[in-house]
């Protein structure tokens, strides 16, 4: 069975969760297998990376007419004060694109960052709200809404791993 830590994350948090599909791309050689009911699984032997998985993700999100998709690494895990807020923050703004968690090392805020001139610039901003034409953000923990993901035309397929948030980010920024 799988075991991502991600995927045990939002399994605690049935009352959060009562009306979402979660969808798991496992890329890996060898398939694996998910009981609950509420999860969409999808194995990829080829390992085709994070932005194909992300694109899959969005089909299942349009066919099953969902309005937000999370997007997640395996290895990430958020109590669910994040999920709470993140509903809180769906709920109080009117024309949404996207949340991002502030995510933080022992130096400071890590994501967002600032984008200056090709790189990445760590900010010390407690700003709630931060223009995607000067900032950039990490993939996982993205709430992002569907028609925006679709705007932007998705993921690079041919960035599959590293830089794929940047890409994203600037598709995002024009979309």
């Known amino acids: 069975a799988m075991e991502a830590e991600a ?44 932005s194909k998985a992300y694109n899959e993700g969005f089909k299942i999100a349009e066919a099953h007419g969902k309005r937000w998709m999370l997007l997640l690494d395996q290895d990430t895990q958020f109590d669910s004060s994040y999920f709470i807020a993140l509903r809180d923050a769906v709920q109080n703004n009117s024309s949404p694109v996207a949340f991002v968690p502030k995510l933080s090392d022992r130096y400071g805020i890590t994501s967002p960052f600032r984008w200056f001139l090709g790189g990445g610039v760590r900010t010390t901003t407690s700003a709630l709200q931060l223009p995607l034409s000067r900032f ?13 993901f679709e705007n932007a035309s998705g993921y690079e397929e041919a960035i599959r791993v590293y830089f794929t948030d940047i890409a994203f980010g600037e598709r995002l920024a024009r979309g």
């Open 136 to 148: 950039r953000f990490l993939n996982s923990g993205l709430l992002i809404h569907r028609r925006a």
């Open 7 to 50: 995927v045990q994350s939002l399994a605690l948090e049935p009352d959060v969760f009562s009306s979402v599909v979660i969808f798991v791309y496992y890329k890996s050689a060898t398939a694996s297998t998910i009981g609950q009911s509420n999860i969409i699984y999808r194995h990829d032997p080829e390992n085709s990376g994070v």
